[in-house]
């Protein structure tokens, strides 16, 4: 068993999510000055950080000798050995020419993309990334293929591969 945490931000994705973490910060100091538009906005906006962080954001991934362990801080998914038809790196051109144009559906920019994404060539795709490099593609047959960012990509893919 092998355990792969979800790759470092990359610089834009790090640069992208300190500018968003300034809308719950802008909100909460408004609604504490008591200034418009309220508590509203500031929990709400506090709400959907906290839901991407613990419900779409992966902390990890497990390769066990059977099956591909996806966790997350409030659930896990197992993708049995047995349904994973390949698994390679990718750049972002090669991804580019697999999957053609898309379109996220899911959280996006905080902490990296995480959800689905609709794509022109391939339809829908799993996505985990945190990075705008680093990709590893996983087929998984008759299912959707996923696309993440694990730490260590290359050992990632020779354990997967073994």
Do not use: C, H
């Not at 709400?44 to 997350?72: C, H, K, M, N, S």
């Not at 559906?105 to 060539?121: C, D, I, N």
């Amino acid at each position: 068993m092998k355990t792969f945490p979800l790759a470092p931000m990359s610089p834009v994705i790090r640069w992208f999510t300190l500018a968003l973490m300034a809308l719950p910060v802008t909100f909460v100091a408004l609604a504490v000055l008591g200034k418009p538009p309220g508590p509203l906005p500031a929990v709400l906006v506090v709400v959907i950080y906290a839901w991407i962080w613990f419900g779409f954001r992966p902390t990890q991934f497990i390769v066990r000798a059977d099956a591909l362990e996806v966790v997350w801080p409030l659930k896990r998914r197992v993708l049995p050995r047995a349904d994973i038809t390949g698994v390679r790196l990718i750049n972002r051109k090669d991804l580019r020419s697999e999957i053609g144009w898309g379109l996220r559906v899911g959280a996006g920019g905080l902490w990296g993309a995480f959800g689905s994404l609709w794509t022109q060539r391939r339809g829908v795709v799993q996505m985990y990334i945190s990075r705008t490099d680093g990709f590893v593609w996983i087929d998984r047959g008759r299912d959707r293929p996923w696309l993440i960012t694990p730490e260590r990509p290359e050992e990632f893919v020779r354990a997967l591969s073994a």
